[in-house]
């Protein structure tokens, strides 16, 4: 499917983007890899580290916030993985206009440039804090999540087709808290602190998250929301599989955080359909016939469902997770 094609990768220098790259490289034979991003250190750096396939690759420094610089980017390329936003919590709340510039700004411009250069498929990369959002970040990729989606009525003949691919912190990831766990354990530290004991969350690994796009990319015509079906954990038990010994202390839920991550919502239950792997919430819109474009293979989920790491029906206990930390890259 990837063979002989053009894909850009917007904020393709982060951790997704280099293990996107890695994983097309290693498995198709595409035309060409752009990476569109902001800092040109990280562009020398992935450079570097992907020595060897300097015919297949393309570095280009630009700004999604830039519409002009995205349309010279997008000459040419077949698909777009929309990586690109300001995801820390705290700094969107601290400085919520870029993080509207960039998240919301960013994706409508994305949106026009594909448009107007005939791209063929557009996936977007989302997060659970577009469900029932209670932080800016949250918010800006709700209104970005809709922007995708709505962008299917206005493809005309250029045939584009956009969909939104979701899912959580991905494990180990910069930022999340097995690395902030880790950390605390190497300098010795006697406790580890939990916001809530309550707290769950989904597990899914940045391979799996990949395939997810992939299957996007080979599945979607135009509208489709992806999930994958994915086990959860209670960060209690992560605290025990990573530090047995220590004592866990409840600090309080911080601002802008929730108890659970939700994928799909009770109000997104009328347009889900369950398949073997995945969930796909399918565009509540009046231009969607939901008789066409439904893939063949699921079942309607029940009015009301909701898809919770604090309602799953599959668990990760203490020994699972100890099993997958040992096996994984911890980044910091």
Same mark, same amino acid.
Request: one cysteine or more.
């Given at each position: 499917? +990837? ?19 890695? &994983? ?21 750096? *992935?450079?570097? $580290?992907?020595?060897?396939?300097d015919e ?11 519409? =002009? ?22 700094a969107c ?13 960013? !994706? *409508?411009? /994305? ?12 996936? $977007?990369?989302?997060?659970? @804090? !577009?469900?029932?959002?209670?932080? /800016?970040?949250?918010?800006?990729? /709700? ?27 991905? $494990? ?11 950390? +605390? ?22 391979? %799996? ?20 079906k994915i ?14 010994? /220590? @004592? ?20 997104? =239950?009328?347009?889900?359909?369950? &398949? ?37 029906? %599959? ?12 096996? *994984?890259?911890?980044?910091?």
């Amino acid at each position: 499917m +990837l063979d002989g094609k053009t894909i850009l990768v917007t904020g393709g220098t982060g951790s997704f983007g280099n293990a996107f790259t890695q &994983y097309v490289l290693d498995n198709y034979n595409p035309k060409k890899i752009i990476i569109y991003s902001r800092d040109e250190y990280k562009q020398f750096v *992935m450079r570097n $580290a992907f020595r060897g396939y300097d015919e297949k690759l393309r570095f280009f420094i630009g700004d999604v916030r830039d519409e =002009s610089r995205l349309r010279r980017a997008l000459n040419g390329v077949d698909y777009v993985i929309h990586a690109a936003a300001l995801k820390q919590v705290p700094a969107c709340e601290y400085n919520p206009m870029e993080a509207v510039k960039t998240n919301i700004d960013g !994706a *409508m411009n /994305l949106v026009n440039a594909a448009l107007d250069s005939d791209v063929e498929k557009v996936v $977007a990369l989302s997060t659970d @804090k !577009a469900v029932n959002p209670v932080n /800016l970040y949250g918010g800006t990729k /709700l209104v970005s999540d809709k922007l995708f989606v709505a962008a299917n009525a206005y493809r005309g003949e250029s045939g584009t087709t956009f969909s939104v691919v979701r899912y959580g912190n991905v $494990a180990g990831s910069r930022g999340s808290v097995i690395p902030f766990f880790d950390r +605390l354990i190497r300098d010795g530290a006697e406790e580890l602190p939990i916001t809530d004991f309550q707290m769950t969350r989904f597990w899914i690994s940045l391979e %799996e998250g990949i395939r997810l796009v992939v299957k996007a990319l080979h599945e979607a015509k135009g509208g489709e929301t992806f999930i994958s079906k994915i086990p959860s954990f209670r960060v209690t038990d992560l605290a025990t599989a990573m530090g047995p010994d /220590l @004592k866990q202390v409840e600090i309080g839920i911080r601002e802008g955080e929730k108890l659970h991550e939700c994928m799909v919502p009770a109000a997104d =239950s009328l347009t889900t359909f369950e &398949y073997e792997k995945n969930f796909i919430i399918y565009p509540h819109m009046e231009w969607c016939d939901l008789d066409k474009v439904v893939i063949p293979g699921g079942k309607k989920v029940e009015p009301g469902f909701v898809y919770d790491s604090g309602l799953n029906t %599959e668990w990760l206990g203490v020994n699972e997770l100890r099993k997958l930390i040992s096996e *994984m890259t911890i980044k910091y």
